[in-house]
């Protein structure tokens, strides 16, 4: 015996109402692991001038997914990472690179833009580098 349709509507609204926030997480984290935002965070935590202009504790936030500030594919990545501290807020942009796919991730280059519009280079991979 098939169930109302009702029913049916309620149960698969219920499915996908849990299925949104919990794929939404599992893509937080996946991208939190990523090699080239690891090691874009790794250059802010040893850059003294942007913690001071942020403060202490550093707090990184979640990326909005629908951002058009973000692009990732096989060869390149590009992030827009919210960041803030008790003294200010701002964003970290990161732009990686890699030759082929499978190959390790390179930072070519990350900025920490202020709310206040002041801009902190954080690291830009040098020509000798590359």
Known sequence: MRAPLGKELLYSGVLCAGIGPLLYYFIQKGLSRTEYYQMALEQLHSHTKALEALGSPLTVHRLPMLSQDHSVDINSAQLKIPV????????????????????RWHLQEVILKLQDGQQIPVFRRSEAEK
């Open 84 to 103: 803030s501290g008790p003294k200010a807020k701002g964003h970290l942009y990161t732009r990686s690179s890699r030759g082929a796919p499978f190959q």
